[in-house]
């Protein structure tokens, strides 16, 4: 009997034990699955040379790819706005994925609404599915704000968010002067953080426009960017408080993504306020540490604003420096003797544990601003890029790729991927191993498969807790950073020296 | 008694009514037609299902792709199915559902990979059966040991008007390998239940055909036998379809298919040779089986694997359709797990009795699952579908008690609405929905996922159901929620 009352099995152990085990190998009669001996020559074939190539040659197929479409980065940059409902104009199951997802990750409420067209939309347009659903959203849920994006039915068929919506005014369905940006967000073009872009541009567009530019108000706006990391937002308010700087982060969604359980559910929990992003074409200057998510809403800020647009990467010690330096010359304010502290114990670390992560060899994967700072990272501790995949990457990431590790002895043995999925990347692990691999929850498979410990980082990590509520910025950041890779490597050496009397005579107590 | 009893039921129809009063006047008198308070003796639950959403609120449904790809096709293991369209809908349903099985993943099985076609600008504008073409070439020289692919359309798919059937037809000649055109655009129908529709319809029309052509030339490879069954509808979400399979195989039938969890295209085709097709999920797997009475004169049949007395009655109605020697069988097999569940319960019970449940989730769930909380001592006080029919709320009336609540379709307001009125002990529902309830203190699985546990079907499947029932309900971590300074 495979239940032991005090001792209950789930999946993780009941269908190890025999009885399951003869069914399985029972099932085998129908399953008319490959021999064991051409499933272990294809397994092989897949890890050569000619698979690699034959794999690099693919033009229309992509397998396991690193990025997803527009509207979730449009909704995620959304809830950084107080009181702001994401409403998505399309096809409802794109809604149930994307809160799925991001639910998953975060381990946290997503509101987000559609417009659930179905047929008759996709013939006559989604125009009442528009008008009526602003109607009820607006009742329903009572936001301050409805942010308003499209999946790619709604951008197939053409409809005009623009007109719609005045529409929706003229019939009263919302007020006047009720705030409804709208960003068109098609999935067949970019990723999502093409689509965070759009969406925050709209929304700073929409706020800005009222108010307009009055005159600096001592302000520096920061744009985290499709940063997972709510740990980042809250690092970088506090870094920003030792500098007696006024912040303003646009689109703070560190308090909607990573709330307090108070036991009442609150559908919008912290977000900018939206008069305070209104002011924003007002600030001294503007920081977005992602570059490759933001251009559109840089572009818009910089012509705006008429102020200073600058990025930046606060990842790493040498990211951090550089920011740190840039934001006190921008305002005159002396790096705080504080930070200059925590900077002394992140460095301390660093030379504590390089000698277990010096020439490592490293894959790693995600979208291009969290690569380059992790490149960063991983040059100034001395481990050696060597595959970099970025499936949503562009000609100006890679350039910059390519310059970053051109410029450390140990950056030469890296190739820059562009455009390429996991499945290469499998390809290249097994043509020239690594020794450690840097992604998101994806990676698993690859671990599986390759046998390459995994540093679990990026968006979306589904299978481990917790880790979005940690900074990656900033010297504090840079000490998490550096704890997960260098514990993973030791982890990784006490695993392959586990087996008694054969592999443990370096089963080490002290390391 | 009866008093009390009535004045509950009126007091569960004020809230409904008050719950309805914060929607503008069109909605609510849609959504009005959604909810209701069950009359016993009444035939079904007396509410609208299967309709279209109302525009601009949260409700918890997916589209017709979800549900083939989601659902039907995506958990047949050794077949490649490629989401067609831009890279989200395959991204987002990569690995989410738990559909276990055994197999060499790239090697012989798929059922953990992406592949999608990732759609640019130029293939909208110029439609993308070249693309399609040529990617489905690329796959079968990649991944030789691929039984065949699946092509799972997206929404922009179907409004340019690709030809993916004619493609299909070439590619499959070209590769020798069947490539089945699954039309599950995400605008069709309501929710992901027309998906399960379509998905059916294709392999009616895409497999069976070669299914039948193999038996005529006696390629099958296959000997039938008088005990040969199919398990249909079950997904295999945490090894359910095994902890299920076992008990069947116990009683002494032989299951020749696991359709879809687990399964291969190998199964599919022996599907149409079995004697009795045995369906857990009626929602979604109910028209093949429908099809196939019609075609080979396969009877079939709904089980329910949740919780002893129901898996009880579920093996005697089965083996009531076989001889003797079967229906001897299944008595041992229920005499043999009774000490088992006996003790599942003397355990658990005592730490479960009289909380009281809210359900919604999708397909069979809604009210299969009833009974496994009753024999636990709990009462559903509240359920409803994602996307169920007429049929399901008729068959639902057979599980619930006189007053029970039931929302079709709910959204996540009346759910959260209906949550803070009625105050139950546990919330079972979806992903999207836990960390809402968990925000109010309130305990929550997730019973589309078993929250990453499971199996919850068969006997096995319940010790673990009531294992978490137990850990959700009485964890301390609920105690700390409101701190100790406030009064």
């Not at chain 1, 703070?252 to 559910?265: A, E, K, M, W």
């Not at chain 1, 647009?309 to 010690?317: C, F, S």
């Not at chain 1, 200059?340 to 544990?353: P, Y």
Request: net charge negative; glycine share 8%; charged share 25%.
């Amino acid at each position: 009997m495979p239940q032991d009352i005090q001792d209950i099995k789930d999946h993780a152990r009941l269908f190890q034990d025999p009885e399951y085990q003869a069914l399985l190998q029972c099932k085998q009669t129908f399953e008319d699955l490959p021999s064991p001996e051409e499933v272990a020559r294809v397994a092989e074939w897949t890890k050569s040379w000619e698979y690699r190539e034959k794999n690099f040659q693919r033009e229309a197929l992509t397998i396991n790819p690193a990025k997803a479409c527009q509207p979730l980065g449009a909704i995620f940059a959304a809830v950084g706005f107080e009181g702001t409902l994401p409403f998505v104009h399309g096809s409802q199951g794109c809604v149930a994925y994307f809160r799925t997802h991001l639910t998953r990750h975060f381990k946290e409420p997503f509101s987000a609404v559609s417009t659930s067209m179905t047929e008759d939309a996709a013939v006559f347009g989604g125009l009442k599915n528009l008008i009526e659903g602003l109607e009820n959203a607006y009742a329903l849920y009572k936001p301050k704000m409805i942010a308003v994006c499209t999946t790619c039915m709604a951008e197939v068929i053409g409809d005009d968010l623009g007109a719609f919506i005045t529409t929706a005014r003229n019939e009263g369905v919302i007020s006047r002067d009720f705030p409804v940006p709208y960003a068109h967000t098609p999935s067949f073009v970019g990723s999502h953080i093409t689509g965070y872009d759009n969406m925050l541009k709209a929304i700073l567009s929409t706020l800005t426009e009222p108010v307009g530019r009055t005159g600096s108000n001592g302000y520096i706006n920061v744009i985290p960017g499709f940063d997972t990391y709510m740990g980042n937002l809250r690092e970088i308010k506090r870094i920003f408080g030792l500098f007696g700087i006024p912040l303003t982060l646009l689109a703070d969604n560190s308090d909607y993504l990573d709330s307090p359980n108070d036991g009442t559910f609150h559908m919008y929990p912290g977000g900018t306020p939206l008069e305070v992003a209104a002011q924003c074409l007002n600030a001294e200057a503007t920081f977005s540490f992602q570059r490759y998510t933001t251009p559109k809403t840089l572009e818009f800020l910089a012509e705006a604003s008429g102020r200073p647009t600058l990025t930046a990467r606060p990842v790493g010690i040498r990211g951090t420096d550089e920011f740190l330096m840039q934001l006190s010359q921008l305002t005159g304010k002396p790096i705080p003797a504080e930070l200059e502290i925590e900077r002394g114990r992140a460095v301390d670390a660093f030379t504590d544990s390089q000698a277990w992560i010096h020439g490592k060899r490293v894959a790693l994967y995600g979208d291009p601003d969290l690569v380059m700072g992790l490149l960063s990272l991983l040059l100034e501790l001395g481990a050696e890029p060597i595959h970099v995949v970025v499936t949503n990457s562009n000609e100006e990431f890679e350039a910059e790729a390519r310059a970053l590790l051109a410029s450390s002895p140990y950056g030469q043995g890296a190739t820059v991927w562009g455009g390429k999925d996991l499945w290469h990347l499998r390809s290249l692990m097994f043509t020239e191993p690594v020794d450690l691999l840097i992604g998101n929850s994806y990676g698993k498979y690859l671990w599986r498969d390759t046998g390459t410990p995994l540093v679990r980082i990026g968006y979306p990590i589904f299978d481990r807790h917790h880790l979005h509520r940690y900074p990656t910025y900033g010297y504090v950041g840079a000490l998490n950073l550096l704890n997960w890779i260098v514990n993973t490597i030791l982890d990784e050496a006490d695993r392959r020296s586990i087996i008694p009397g054969k592999t443990d005579i370096s089963f080490d107590l002290i390391r | 008694m009866t008093t009390l009893k009535s004045t509950l039921k009126e007091e569960t129809r004020k809230i409904v009514t008050e719950v309805l009063e914060t929607y503008p006047e069109k909605a609510q008198k849609k959504r009005a037609k959604h909810l209701n308070v069950y009359d016993e003796g009444k035939a079904d639950c007396g509410v609208k299902s299967n309709i279209k959403s109302i525009p601009g609120v949260m409700t918890t449904r997916g589209c017709a792709y979800a549900g083939s790809k989601g659902v039907v096709w995506g958990p047949v293991k050794d077949m490649i199915h490629l989401s067609h369209g831009p890279v989200g809908c395959g991204y987002y349903s990569w690995s989410g559902r738990r559909n276990y099985y055994v197999g060499i993943t790239g090697v012989n099985t798929f059922g953990t990979m992406q592949f999608t076609s990732d759609f640019q600008e130029r293939d909208v504008v110029f439609g993308g059966d070249k693309k399609l073409a040529k990617l489905l070439v690329e796959a079968s020289e990649l991944f030789p040991l691929a039984k065949g692919i699946t092509i799972q359309s997206e929404c922009p798919v179907g409004l340019i008007g690709d030809d993916i059937e004619a493609v299909a037809k070439r590619v499959s000649k070209e590769i020798g390998k069947p490539v089945v055109p699954v039309r599950c655009e995400g605008f069709r129908g309501v929710s992901q239940s027309l998906g399960h529709h379509i998905a059916n319809d294709t392999v009616r029309d895409w497999v069976l055909p070669i299914a039948d052509k193999k038996a005529k030339e006696g390629s099958l490879n296959f000997e039938p036998g008088p005990y040969d069954v199919a398990l249909i509808g079950d997904y295999n979400i945490g090894g359910d379809a095994w902890s299920s399979r076992i008990l069947l195989e116990e009683m002494g039938l032989r299951v020749v298919t696991q359709f879809s969890g687990d399964g291969t295209w190998n199964e599919m085709l022996l599907a149409p040779r079995v004697k009795l097709n045995l369906i857990h999920c009626y929602r979604s797997m109910n028209y093949i089986c429908r099809h196939m009475e019609e075609a080979y004169g396969i009877p079939w049949l709904e089980f329910n694997f949740f919780g002893p007395t129901q898996i009880a009655k579920s093996l005697r109605a089965i083996a009531q359709r076989f001889d003797e020697t079967i229906q001897a069988k299944a008595e041992q097999v229920i005499a043999k797990y009774k000490p088992q569940s006996e003790a599942i319960i003397a355990k658990y019970r005592p730490r479960l009795e009289g909380k009281r449940v809210m359900l919604m989730v999708g397909g069979l769930r809604p009210r299969h699952v009833i009974p496994a909380f009753r024999e636990l001592g709990m009462e559903v006080i509240a359920t409803g579908y994602e996307f169920g029919h007429g049929d399901d709320y008729k068959r639902t009336t057979q599980y619930i008690d006189d007053g029970t609540l039931i929302y079709d379709d709910v959204s996540g307001y009346e759910f959260e609405e209906f949550a803070k009125r009625l105050k139950p002990d546990l919330i079972a529902s979806g992903i999207k929905e836990k960390y809402v309830f968990q925000k109010m203190a309130l305990p929550f699985r997730q019973m589309h996922s078993w929250d990453y546990s499971g199996p919850y079907h068969g006997y096995d499947g319940f010790a673990v159901f009531a294992r978490d029932m137990d850990l959700a309900l009485n964890s301390p971590t609920w105690d700390l929620v409101k701190a100790p300074w406030k009064s």
